[in-house]
């Protein structure tokens, strides 16, 4: 059984840093793509970043570019989010998924990844 737990979110004020952990079982996260998405009240779910299977190589969506950094410890199963320079537009539940490692889906699109966690929420407020 696959299962992804997400924790490290909380209340933030602008400008602050957190780091997002998601510990993944019943994968390895080196075989697998690892993606964080968010999603605000009323809003779409939105692509943060992704980390393929293979060679590691990472992708970020328009708002994580220069802020964030995705990471994984093979050893730890684990993948991280850092976040730094957070604004109140960041607020959201940040949710970690997971998909199959060789797929014709972009990784940006959330069908890709058929794995989510229960997602933990970012508060970015003064």
């Known amino acids: 059984q696959v299962n992804l737990i997400e924790s490290g979110g909380g209340l933030v004020p602008p400008g602050g840093s957190l780091r997002l952990s998601c510990v993944l079982s019943?994968?390895?996260?080196?075989?697998?793509?690892m993606a964080w998405f968010r999603q605000a009240p009323g809003k779409e779910r939105e692509f943060v970043a992704a980390?393929?299977?293979?060679?590691?190589?990472?992708y970020y969506g328009t708002s994580a570019k220069g802020r964030f950094t995705i990471s994984r410890d093979n050893a730890d199963n684990t993948v991280y989010l850092q976040m730094n320079s957070l604004q109140p537009d960041d607020t959201a539940v940040y949710y970690c998924?997971?998909?199959?490692?060789?797929?014709?889906?972009?990784?940006?699109?959330?069908?890709?990844?058929?794995?989510w966690g229960q997602g933990t929420q970012v508060t970015v407020s003064s």
């Open positions: 998924a997971t998909g199959p490692g060789d797929s014709g889906s972009p990784y940006y699109v959330p069908a890709r990844y058929d794995y």
């Open positions: 019943g994968r390895t996260v080196s075989t697998y793509a």
């Open positions: 980390i393929n299977a293979r060679y590691g190589k990472i």
